[in-house]
């Protein structure tokens, strides 16, 4: 395995949530996409965009080291927890990158490599049955697997109710595919929505 970067699959914008035993559904996280590729005793940690963070994130980076495998690519999302759980990004955009790390959280999503294998080409369903034994092996305190739910309607619904970004459906058999992807649809809330433009306007921006 190399610390090749790997270019993440983006889901495409939907108006509503598809419905269907073809798909899992699981909440969109307000926070920055992260790439965690494990070699080793050596973590790097990449944007969505392929910027390596590791330097930046030394903290994480440490704590990260502790993933049960010797080598692993995980997709996931890195969050700051508010005061009800909720991802606050605003909090994130302060304390990412001053290695004051230690209330940062990281939901992982997929797992694209394990221990030299490539599970790109496996289905979806698949691939987080694998993350979900790798995770439960781990004791890295900040990293957390979101979790997948059957009905996105009600899970939107919830999202809705609590501000929470949105939902994020993907269908099981699908396998891992960089770029934008219609196996991956994502719906936003219009109370995040609302929210957000508020927090925006706070934080000076218009």
Known sequence: MSFRFIQPCCPVTAKSVPAGDDWLHELKLDGYRLQ????????RLYSRRGHDWSKR??????????????????DAE???????????FFRLLKAA???????????AFDLLDLNGQDLKPLP?????????????RTKVTCLHLIEGFDNGQKLFEAAE?????????KRRDATYRSGECGDW????TSAWRETNRERWRLFGVR
């Not at 790390?101 to 939901?107: D, F, H, N, T, W």
């Not at 979806?124 to 439960?136: A, K, M, S, T, W």
């Not at 109710?161 to 459906?169: T, W």
């Not at 649809?185 to 936003?188: L, P, S, T």
């Open 185 to 188: 649809v994502k719906v936003k």
């Open 124 to 136: 979806l369903i698949e691939r987080r049955q694998r993350l979900e034994r790798l995770l439960n």
């Open 36 to 43: 965690i590729a494990k070699h080793g005793s050596t973590v």
């Open 57 to 74: 994130l030394i903290a994480l980076s440490d704590a990260l080291r502790g993933i049960p495998a010797h080598s692993a690519v995980l």
């Open 78 to 88: 890195l969050c700051f927890p508010g005061p009800d759980g909720a991802p606050d």
């Open 161 to 169: 109710r609590h501000r929470l970004e949105g939902v994020v459906s």
């Open 97 to 107: 990158f001053t290695n004051q790390g230690g209330e940062l959280a990281v939901y």
